[in-house]
């Protein structure tokens, strides 16, 4: 079974810190996808990599940046938080670009 | 937080009915399509997919419809559980590009 996780399941931030969410995939697929969710508005694509160190902006990268170092971890990064970016972060991975995604459990983020 | 299931349709089904969610999917270049369900406050889970060359395909419990003349799919869950409650959305993929998600349907099963 495909193993994705989060490093947090619950997070609390102020205004103005800078934010890691780290996602770890254990099947050797080559793409990981960063999402943020929120009600009404469903999933939408912040960034996706295909390698590693290779990136791809999605819908909304405004306020965000990604990191990639080794295959199997993704890193997403809010540079300086608001509170706008209050929501569910999840993390995926597929072995082809346009396979099927598997999630892992969603960092819920709050910023204060 | 408020839940990922605020502000979509709804489907509420006795235990033991069979339940149908449908999607509408937006491209005709589209040739793969997945169903997930996401229970309240985890992840999105793989149900079953579908390839564009199909019109149907079964898995446990769970079958998929494709009728790409009118762009729909539907999710058909046989003898619904209280487990199955959840919310349940399409993803389609158009051509060679990374999945679009559908907003979802939340499945409600009464006892």
């Known amino acids: 079974d495909v193993k994705v996780t989060q490093s947090s399941r619950y997070l609390v931030k102020r205004t103005g810190e800078k934010v890691f969410l780290e996602c770890v995939q254990d099947m050797d697929h080559e793409n990981m996808f960063w999402y943020r969710q929120d009600p009404g508005l469903g999933l939408r694509l912040i960034y996706f990599s295909y390698d590693v160190k290779m990136k791809e902006k999605g819908d909304i990268p405004e306020g965000y940046s990604v990191s990639r170092e080794k295959k199997e971890r993704f890193s997403l990064i809010l540079e300086s938080a608001s509170t706008n970016q209050t929501s569910m972060y999840l993390c995926?991975?597929?072995?082809?670009?346009?396979?099927?995604?598997?999630f892992g459990p969603g960092t819920r983020l709050t910023v204060l | 937080g408020e839940s990922v299931g605020l502000h979509l349709p709804t489907l509420s089904v006795q235990e033991g009915d069979n339940s149908i969610i449908n999607c509408a999917y937006s491209n005709s270049a589209s040739d793969y399509f997945i169903w997930y369900k996401q229970e309240s406050g985890k992840g999105p889970q793989f149900i079953i997919d579908?390839?564009?060359?199909?019109d149907k395909r079964q898995g446990q419990r769970v079958t998929v419809l494709l009728n790409k003349t009118v762009k729909h799919l539907s999710l058909q869950i046989a003898a619904t559980q209280p487990g199955d409650s959840a919310v349940y959305f399409c993803a389609e993929r158009p051509g060679y590009s990374t999945l679009t998600f559908g907003k979802g349907t939340m499945l409600l099963v009464s006892p």
């Open positions: 579908i390839r564009s060359n199909m």
């Open positions: 995926a991975s597929s072995l082809d670009t346009g396979g099927a995604q598997y």
